[in-house]
Structures are given as C-alpha cells and as structure tokens.
C-alpha cells in the first residue's frame, strides 16, 4: 500500500515537472513571436502582411502561457486538461501567425514541432496523434485560405504534407520515449522498493540475532548495533556511540584485532549481571571509513547447545537400551507366567511372583515412554476448532473408558477459539491428562469430577484448554516437580506421562502447567502461545 502511494506520488511529480517546462516553452515560443512583432529587430526577419492580427494573436498567446503556467502550478498535475488546452492554443497561435506573416513561415512551422512532441510525452497515444493530424491538417487549412485570398504564400503543397508528416513522426517518436522512460522509471521504482524491502528485512534479522551484532569505524563509533549487544554491553544510552567509552575491553580488543594481532578467544563479561562473550571480528569490503563488524557470541547458548546435543545422545543411548532391555524383560515375565501356572508351586510363594509379574508391567510401560519418545515424529499442525474437537474427545473417552460412577464434562466458555495443534498430538496430551485426574483427583470414597475447559484468560484473552479435577490437589513440594521424567507418587506409575504431556505441547508451541485450584483440587492447563488462530474465528 505504501509503495503504490509512493509510486503514484512519484509520477505525479514528474508530470509536474514535465508540464512546468511545456509551460516555460510555450512562454518562450510567445515572448519570440512577440519580438518578431513588436520590435524593429524582427521587422528584417519577417514581413507582417496582416498587423492587427498578428499583433493580437502574439499577446493573447503570450497572456494565455503565463495563466497556463500558473495553472499547472497550482492544479492538481494528474489532470491533463491544461495539456490539452495549451497544445490546441499552440496550433491555432502558430497558424493564425503564420497566416498573418511571410518570410519566416518554415521557421515559424517549425516552433510547433516541439509543441507537438512535448504533448506527445504526456498525453495519451490516441490523443498525440490526434492533436498530430491537428497541426497538418491547420497548415493546409492555412494554405488553402491564402490561396483563396490570393495569397499564393511561401510554402508548396508539399512542404505543407512534409511538416504535416514530421509532426506526426514527433509524436510517435515521442510515444515511443514516453513508453521507455515509464518502463524504465517503473522497473527503477520496483528496484528501490525491492532494495528498502531487502534493507529492512537484513535489519529486522539483525536486530533478532541471538548472538550481539555492532559495527564500528576505525575512530570505534559504533555505527549500528542490534538488541542483543545493546544488552551484553550493559544497555548504554543510545546517544552514545564511542566504544571506547562503553566498553574499554571491547575497545582494546578491537584495536588489538585491527593491529593484527592473534584474536582473544578467552570469554569475557562487558557488563555487570551479563554472560560472558567470545567476540569475533570481520572486516566490511569496500568501506572507506574501514569498518569492522563485531560478533559478541553468548557463551551461555553454546553451553546449552552442547547440552542439547548431549541430551540428545543421551536420549539415542537410552532408547537402544530399553530396546534391549525388552527381550529379557519379555523372558522374565513369560516364565513367572509358567511359574504360575505350575501346580507344583508354593501357594506361599505366589505373592512374589505378583511381584515379579507387576514389575514387569511398569517396567514394559516406561520402555515404551521411552522408546514413543526416541520414535516421536515432528508435529503436523493443523487448525483446530477446539470446543468441537472437545466435544468429539469428551464422547470418545466415555465411549473408550466406561466412568462407572465417575464423572467426565465438558465446560465450553469461550466458542469460536481455533488453534494450529497436531490433533494427534492434543488428543494423546488430553487422553493423558483425562486419565490421571479420574485416577488421582477424586476424595477418598467418592467418585472423580473432571471437567475438560475450553476458555481464554480474562487478563490476556488468551485461548487455554484446561483438565478440571476437584480431589485432594497436589502438594506444594511435589506440584515444582511433577514434569519431571520418572517422578512420580505411584508404586506402579511410570514419572514419563506428564513429561511427555509437556514435550508435545511445546512441539506444537504450547505450554503445559500446573495449577492449584481454591478450596481443593488440580487444574492443568495448556496455553496456546502466539498462534494465528488463538483468534475468534
């Protein structure tokens, strides 16, 4: 929108332009014919065979550029109808002196000529020619009246077709510049808003990087900086900009790296309460003032990328050991199944064998957590309309997982809310969640109430999806550690099903947390951060 703006402000300004010098022109082609007229000088140049008339049409021509000139100067420059009145006044002022005069008619034919291929720049193709054929067709219209008055004239027939035949050259000539110089003045304002696109652009990506970006000249004025270094160096004044005075230590790295010396690797804090940097330098190419652009690494995310990494061999190394693990686990709970079905077996001993066979239960589930977790794929997102898809999940956990006396509702407070989720991914986050709070959040000897939440927050308007519970809670020192893998309170529970839980929203851009509720009970709750589709649909 900007751009379009831009561009039509940009032609209008060069119609305006144009007109002012067609108007400048036609004043000088008036004041000359006016000298011819009036003056001594021009009586040895041109015989008037008609005075008043020649007289006349000089000063009305000459009154009528300046209003011309006038109004192009305070009218609006995309009109073209004072173009089209001054190219008509030029034909007509020009054959009525041609008409009144003798001894100059090809000079004063020929003023016209420009007339006509200036118009030609800026009117349309249809209209150039016509006001083209125009001044052909006034010359012989002229010719022909002089000759009906007896006056055979300088000018043949044919130097008449010939000027009649220049001006319409004029104006195709004249067309065919216009229609380059448009071209060529749309392709230079495509460029340019190209380039400020491409400018802007490199300068939000900057000011986004992670890693502190400046860059100095050789006096070490800082000449641009992004908002990471803004903080590494301590947040200075923007009115600021000597590094020497920011920064001595960045400062003498940097003239130690200007000297030519080896860089200093070792890391270092430029600010009280910031982490320390390693700072690289790199020199601009072709720039005069011998700029040198600053990198301030964050030594803090290199940290965490390596844990990253190791975390994530860490993960690889235990998905292939619970995928060895699986083969004897497999072999130990097959033969307590023997052991049990054996009749020379000890009923005393069977209680150990329940043992065995439990145990092996959770440890079959959290080999699967893991190896889900090894397997997991990224996420598909899709836009969610979440009351329907609730409504769809609440049906089919009651149709899947028979309540019995407990109870499962869905509470939709805010309709319209659409997200981008993985649907497979929330169905299995909600199926987790459903399923521990009918196990957990119910009061000894009665049956759960769970209610799956649809709503945005009152504060930020922001679309949650919230599982409900009304049981005992979850205490304090324990709620600080519950989506952690492998905590958990249960004897036959595994610690990975939260964590999971959590691992899923964040794929998807989601946060899982937990909330306690007043007077008893659990709320975890998923908030969908900064989507596009949190909006009202």
């Known amino acids: 929108m900007f751009d379009r703006t831009l561009s039509r402000f940009s032609d209008r300004s060069l119609v305006q332009r144009e007109t002012y010098f067609f108007s400048l022109y036609r004043i000088l082609q008036a004041t000359l014919l006016a000298g011819l007229l009036f003056t001594p000088f021009g009586g040895e140049l041109v015989s008037v065979d008609r005075p008043l008339l020649a ?10 550029a ?26 007509a002022a020009t054959t009525l002196t041609l008409h009144a005069t003798s001894r100059l008619d090809g000079g004063i034919a020929t003023l016209i000529l420009v007339n006509i291929a200036s118009a030609a720049t800026l009117l349309p193709f249809r209209s150039a020619f016509a006001f083209a054929l125009a001044a052909g067709l ?14 055979r004239g300088e000018r043949s027939p044919g130097e008449v077709m010939l000027f ?51 860059v100095v000249d050789d006096r070490n004025q800082i000449q641009r900086i992004n908002e990471s270094a803004w903080h590494l160096l301590g947040q200075p004044s923007p009115t600021r900009k000597d590094l020497n005075g920011i920064s001595p230590p960045l400062a003498l790295r940097v003239n130690e790296w200007r000297a030519g010396h080896a860089t200093n690797l070792q890391p270092v804090a430029f600010a009280d309460g910031q982490p320390e940097v390693i700072p690289r330098f790199v020199a601009v190419p072709q720039s005069d003032a011998h700029h040198c652009i600053v990198f301030l690494e964050d030594t803090s995310l290199m940290t965490r990328q390596a844990e990253q990494l190791t975390l994530s061999s860490l993960g690889r190394l235990s998905a292939s050991i619970a995928h060895e693990v699986r083969n004897p686990l497999a072999a130990i709970s097959h033969a307590a199944q023997l052991l049990a079905e ?48 609730a ?25 319209g809310i659409s997200v981008m989720f993985d649907p497979d991914q929330l169905q299995q986050v909600a199926w987790n969640l459903v399923k521990n709070a009918l196990r957990y959040g119910r009061m000894p000897n009665e049956p ?25 809670g979850i205490p304090a020192k324990q709620a600080a550690h ?25 794929t998807n851009q989601a946060t899982l947390d937990y909330h306690s509720l007043a007077g008893g009970g659990s709320c975890f709750r998923i908030s969908f951060h900064g989507q596009p589709g949190t909006a009202i649909a």
């Open 391 to 415: 409504e769809a999940f609440v049906e089919e956990f009651r149709t899947v997982q028979p309540l019995g006396q407990d109870e499962l509702k869905l509470n939709v407070q805010a309709g």
């Open 55 to 64: 007289r006349i049409v000089a000063l009305c021509y000459l009154v009528v």
């Open 138 to 151: 006034a010359g012989f219209f002229e010719r022909a009246v002089s000759v009906a008055l007896g006056d």
């Open 66 to 91: 300046v209003i011309l000139l006038l109004w192009g100067s305070l009218g609006d420059h995309t009109r073209r109808l004072p173009v089209f009145l001054g190219i008509g006044i030029d034909i």
């Open 342 to 389: 054996s009749e020379d077996f000890p009923l005393s001993d069977r209680r150990l064998l329940e043992i065995i066979r439990g145990q092996c239960l959770r440890m079959n589930a959290i080999v699967e957590n893991i190896l889900q977790l090894s397997r997991r794929q990224h996420s598909k997102q899709e836009l969610v309309s979440l009351a329907r898809w």
């Open 448 to 472: 759960a109430r769970v209610a799956l939440v649809v709503r945005r927050l009152p504060e930020t308007n922001q679309a949650v999806l919230e599982v409900v519970d009304r049981g005992p």
């Open 482 to 506: 519950v989506f952690e893998p492998f905590f958990t309170t249960s004897e036959m529970g595994t610690g990975l099903g939260l964590y999971i839980a959590r691992q899923l929203c964040e």
């Open 164 to 214: 009649g035949l220049a001006y319409v050259a004029a104006a195709a000539l004249s067309q065919l510049l216009r229609s380059e110089v448009t071209q060529r003045q749309k392709l230079m304002d495509r460029q340019e808003s190209d380039l400020a696109s491409l400018s802007q652009l490199n300068e939000l990506i900057i000011r986004r990087m992670r890693s502190g970006v400046l």
